[in-house]
């Protein structure tokens, strides 16, 4: 029980505490890291951009030749959303190659008001660009590989010098008064969170930044969906200015306007 409720999970459509909850040994989801996964959060139970991450969740899927039972798991969900009540925690989604289909309630990670980051060379595969699937063995490494060089978390970057992600959210900076991120085409995951950003603050830039360029930013923030947004301190061996700086606040505040308002209709 964390924050006062107990995760519960649902597989199949069958309920119970999270930590009660089984699947087949055989299911190539633990042996291969073969299936697809979604986080959602969930504010006072109601989950953020459901629709978004569900469709995200679909194309995962589809991408890695996985069926699923889209309908079912939407009741699923809507079952398992009413049994946890009006929880502040996050949704997690998996379907596996297995086929099970699980949904599980869950705490929130607690992040740090601001972060450290540290370069992690990562070449993307390029068959799961745009997937968001079990395979994350790559992604949770690199953040130990950073933690042991000292940051807090990881920065991706390919083997040429260009600056992608961190292994879970989507980072922005801004150079010369401009926001800036790494665009799609660069292999970078389709965040929604991103996306939300993209559309709430007007003048983000995309495109492809070295780290050498990046490190030159004057301010930097991650975004996620367990994040929201989070300010950076400090970048490889570069301490910023300002920490939140006033673009971070103006992302912070204009996406919470727009997630306000999304959540009240």
């Given at each position: 029980m964390e924050n006062g409720f107990t995760e519960l999970a649902s597989v199949d459509g069958k309920i119970g505490p999270t930590?009660?909850?089984?699947?087949?040994?055989?299911d190539d989801g633990l042996y291969r890291g073969d299936g697809a996964f979604e986080v959602i959060r969930l504010y006072a139970g109601r989950p953020y951009a459901l629709d978004d991450h569900v469709a995200r969740l679909g194309r995962s899927a589809a991408a890695l030749r996985l069926e699923f039972d889209l309908m079912a798991l939407r009741a699923e969900i809507d079952a398992l959303l009413d049994a946890a009540g009006p929880i502040e925690g996050q949704l997690r989604l998996i379907v596996t190659r297995g086929g099970r289909r699980i949904?599980?309630?869950e705490d929130v990670p607690v992040h740090a008001d601001t972060v450290k980051v540290g370069p992690v060379t990562y070449q993307t595969t390029i068959v799961l660009n745009g997937v968001k699937s079990l395979s994350y063995g790559a992604n949770m490494l690199a953040t130990r590989l950073a933690r042991e060089a000292g940051a807090d978390e990881a920065l991706f970057v390919r083997p040429d010098g260009i600056v992608l992600e961190p292994p879970t959210s989507t980072m922005f900076w801004v150079l010369d008064g401009v926001l800036c991120t790494t665009a799609l085409s660069e292999g970078v995951l389709d965040s929604i969170t991103r996306d939300r950003l993209l559309k709430a603050v007007p003048g983000i830039?995309?495109?492809?930044?070295?780290l050498d360029e990046v490190k030159g930013a004057s301010e930097a923030f991650l975004a996620s969906t367990?994040?929201?947004i989070q300010a950076v301190?400090?970048?490889?061996?570069?301490v910023l200015p300002e920490a939140p700086g006033p673009r971070t606040l103006e992302a912070q505040?204009?996406?919470a306007a727009a997630r306000d308002a999304e959540l009240e209709r």
């Open positions: 930590a009660d909850a089984t699947i087949g040994l055989k949904a599980a309630t830039e995309e495109g492809a930044w070295t367990t994040r929201e301190s400090q970048i490889d061996d570069v505040q204009a996406f």
